[in-house]
Each structure stands twice: as C-alpha cells, then as structure tokens.
C-alpha cells in the first residue's frame, strides 16, 4: 500500500510500517521477516537497539536492495530508538552510531527515545540491573530529559536521522519536552487498538503536530489483558471483518490507518505478512462500528513496570 503520511518537517512517512521485535528472537527469524516483508512491498520498518536484531534488519536490508536494483535505500523508512540505559548525551550518539553500523546504512529515517526512563548502564551494551532485580533508575535524567533530546537534535542536526521523537510518552512529559525542545518530536509512538484508543493523547498529538504511530496495532495477542479478552477474540470486531472477508488484522489496520496515524503489524509468518500489507478500506459504518468498540475503553497491555521499577502510567494502576 502506498499511503503515506507528513511529519511537521516535511519528511513523508509510509503509513504502514513492519515491526521487527521478535518475540523469541529465535536467530535468524527477524532476516527471513524483514526479507519476506520488503518482497511483500512494506517500505518502513521499525526497529529499537533494544530488540538486538538491527544486524539482522541490516543483512536483510542490504540483500534486499541488492536483489532489488529498483528500488533504492531513499526508498526506504527505518526507525529506531535508544534504549533506557543509554541516555546521557554521548550514549545516546553512540548509540545511533551503533544502530546505524548494525543497520548497515549511513543515516536513518526516524529515531525515537523507547521510554521516558533513564537507567543506569552496565557497559554500553546493558543495562544496570539493581539488587530487586529491576533496572536502576537515573532520576533526575528521568525527570528532566533534556540532556537526552539535545543528543537527538545533535543527531538530527548532523543528518544521522531525518527525524527525531519519542515513544511512551505521556501529554505531561510532552508538555515538557515542548517547552525546552529546538527541534519539535515529530513522533510518539504509543500502544493503540480497539481496547486502548488513546483518544487524549492522540487529539493533543494532532493538535501539536506530533504523529502519532501505533505499535501492537492488533493488541498484543500474544498477552492476556486482566480483562480477560483479548482483541482477536472480540465478538463485534471479528463479525466486522467476517461480514466484509476480510481479516480482522486488517480491519485493525485500517481503523488507524483511517484516524490518521501510522500503524506498525508485526508478523514473522509469511502468510500473515502478505495479508496485514493488503489494504482495506472501511465504510463509515465499519468504521463507526470499530469506534463503538473503542469507545471508554482503556486496557494497556504493554507495560514494562515490573521490568523497570518505574511505572509511566501510575494513574492506571
Ligand atoms: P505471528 O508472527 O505468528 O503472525 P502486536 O503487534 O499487536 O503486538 O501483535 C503481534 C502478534 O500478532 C504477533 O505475535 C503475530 O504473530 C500476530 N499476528 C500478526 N498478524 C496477524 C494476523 N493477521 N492474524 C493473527 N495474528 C497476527
């Protein structure tokens, strides 16, 4: 598919883009993914130092655009992020330098800060792990995180990326981003579908034109929500896609798609692959029956606190 959105810069951005977070990281499954998703014709991928498969991303990449002579790196969108323990200004330099010599290519397209966490390093290559087990927290660059965004406009500024942002952020930690920010986040990337339509922070992002982009866009289906339910099981949502034939992936992934935001599926079978790139439109009944489903519901189902020992979210608890 070939719909693109606009970041505040100008920069245009493939609405769908091909998460590359592998569950089990099984080596060698994130190359045949990525390999089978850009031969599917997915153009953006989405990546994170933190996945610790951007070599294979890289390797995938580069054969790729060698196999493929029409189609060129420009062509492409990569995103990646700096991960907690590396948010010091020179670490997060080193950690695009890092990315950028794993994804094989000389600049990238979107970087992210992951969370609005900084911990404490163990080396470059880990992070600090507390005696509780958890991830030992840098305070004060955690509340004050404008060391770390200097860094991204750095990088910015030196064309290491066309465009810098965050993810997990929260309208408060934006309000304050915004206020020392030379260079606006042109992103968040956030936990979005039916069971957590995010509608607050979505209207503040378009209103302050930050992109919003969806990560575990069919709802997480590999967690069991405290509800009980999980998406792919919701009884209006499949009657929805089965009524028109079409997956209910599908139907997730144009219900963002259609209220105005990037939506990144994430598959490592071939099948689902093909079918999460084939785009659907829907009606404004379709539409309006998703909305219905959303609507006042508010179940997150990603949410690393017992991993960091800090939660973004302490309101939902
Ligand atoms: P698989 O790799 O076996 O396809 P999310 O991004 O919402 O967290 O969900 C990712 C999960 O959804 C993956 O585990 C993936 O498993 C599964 N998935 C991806 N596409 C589809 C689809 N079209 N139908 C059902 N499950 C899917």
Not at 61 to 85: A, C, G
Not at 285 to 302: K, L, P, S, T, Y
Request: negative net charge; glycine residues 6%; proline residues 5%.
């Amino acid at each position: 598919d070939g719909k693109t959105f606009t970041l505040s810069n100008g920069v245009t951005i493939p609405a769908v883009g091909f998460g590359t977070f592998a569950n089990e990281g099984a080596k060698g499954e994130t190359y045949k993914a990525v390999t089978h998703a850009l031969r599917t014709g997915y153009r953006h991928l989405d990546c994170a130092w933190y996945y610790l498969n951007e070599n294979e991303v890289g390797d995938a990449v580069h054969d790729f655009l060698k196999e493929t002579p029409s189609v060129k790196r420009e062509d492409l969108f990569i995103t990646t992020k700096v991960w907690n323990h590396l948010h010091r200004y020179d670490d997060v330099l080193w950690s695009i330098n890092n990315s950028l010599e794993k994804l094989r290519t000389s600049y990238i397209d979107l970087f992210l800060i992951h969370w609005p966490i900084a911990s404490e390093k163990d080396g470059q290559e880990k992070p600090k792990i507390g005696p509780d087990g958890k991830y030992v927290i840098l305070k004060d660059l955690t509340e004050n995180p404008q060391e770390t965004w200097q860094a991204l406009e750095q990088a910015y500024n030196e064309k290491k990326t066309r465009a810098i942002g965050v993810s997990n952020w929260t309208i408060k930690g934006l309000e304050q981003l915004l206020s020392f920010a030379k260079v606006k986040p042109q992103v968040n990337q956030i936990e979005v579908h039916p069971f957590l339509p995010n509608n607050e922070l979505i209207q503040y992002l378009f209103k302050h034109d930050i992109l919003p982009q969806a990560y575990s866009p069919l709802g997480s289906q590999n967690q069991v929500p405290t509800t009980g339910e999980r998406v792919s099981e919701n009884k209006t949502l499949n009657e929805i896609a089965n009524a028109r034939g079409s997956t209910l992936a599908q139907v997730l992934i144009a219900w963002g798609i259609r209220r105005g935001y990037v939506v990144l599926p994430k598959s490592s079978n071939p099948a689902r692959i093909e079918s999460n790139f084939q785009s659907i439109q829907l009606s404004d009944e379709e539409f309006a029956a998703v909305n219905a489903v959303a609507d006042d519901r508010h179940c997150r189902f990603v949410n690393m606190k017992d991993t960091f020992g800090y939660d973004v979210w302490p309101e939902e608890a």
